[in-house]
T-cell receptor, first 115, second 114 residues
Framework: NAGVMQNPRHLVRRRGQEARLRCSPMKGHSHVYWYRQLPEEGLKFMVYLQKENIIDESGMPKERFSAEFPKEGPSILRIQQVVRGDSAAYFC?????????????FGPGTRLLVL | GESVGLHLPTLSVQEGDNSIINCAYSNSASDYFIWYKQESGKGPQFIIDIRSNMDKRQGQRVTVLLNKTVKHLSLQIAATQPGDSAVYFCAETTVTYGNNRLAFGKGNQVVVIP
């Protein structure tokens, strides 16, 4: 049973470009979460999605950032017009979505570097 | 604001000894706690979890203790091995209210000395 998959693992962008980060949840999981980790810090929640719905985006910057989890295909975290401060590791997690206690399982992350 | 934090930034432990990592949390509404291990260049790996209706839970070589009175969480690793070297994060959330958002502490580096 494959775990959470993320791609690309490393992404380099110049300021002003767009970054697209993909996340495929574990098989059978319908909930996806995105977190950002700055160097030597803990993970910070960004957004929580179910299929075709954004449940909680309270941790996501209002501008330039968007997320989706379509009916088919992976979840996408999109960052438009990237700035150097966007450089970080972005982790996706998934959970079954059956309610109650939901352990989140994390992917390997995408390390974004903005030049 | 509400936060989850760790007391010690780095713990050096001799191989074979026991390790104890501590975590303080401030959100009294939190009812579900998880410990994650993160090795360099990898994503967080689930270790063990505990609900607020318990004060102790054991896994393989690991034990989590929860003291709700003082809002304190600890992770004990028995017979620490070189492969246990990593950063350990505690995380908390409030399942009861359907909020699955995890709040992480800053992390505690464990270095195992062979």
């Amino acid at each position: 049973n494959a775990g959470v998959m993320q791609n690309p693992r490393h992404l380099v962008r110049r300021r002003g470009q767009e970054a697209r980060l993909r996340c495929s949840p574990m098989k059978g999981h319908s909930h996806v979460y995105w977190y950002r980790q700055l160097p030597e810090e803990g993970l910070k929640f960004m957004v929580y999605l179910q299929k075709e719905n954004i449940i909680d985006e309270s941790g996501m910057p209002k501008e330039r950032f968007s997320a989706e989890f379509p009916k088919e295909g992976p979840s996408i975290l999109r960052i438009q017009q990237v700035v150097r401060g966007d450089s970080a590791a972005y982790f996706c997690a998934s959970s079954p979505g059956r309610g109650g206690k939901e352990t989140q399982y994390f992917g390997p992350g995408t390390r974004l570097l903005v030049l | 604001g509400e936060s989850v934090g760790l007391h010690l930034p780095t713990l050096s432990v001799q191989e074979g000894d026991n390790s104890i990592i501590n975590c303080a949390y401030s959100n009294s509404a939190s009812d579900y706690f998880i410990w994650y291990k993160q090795e360099s260049g990898k994503g967080p790996q689930f270790i063990i979890d505990i609900r607020s209706n318990m004060d102790k839970r054991q896994g393989q070589r690991v034990t989590v203790l929860l003291n709700k009175t003082v809002k304190h969480l600890s992770l004990q690793i028995a017979a620490t091995q070189p492969g246990d070297s990593a950063v350990y994060f505690c995380a908390e959330t409030t399942v009861t209210y359907g909020n699955n958002r995890l709040a992480f502490g800053k992390g505690n580096q464990v270095v195992v000395i062979p």
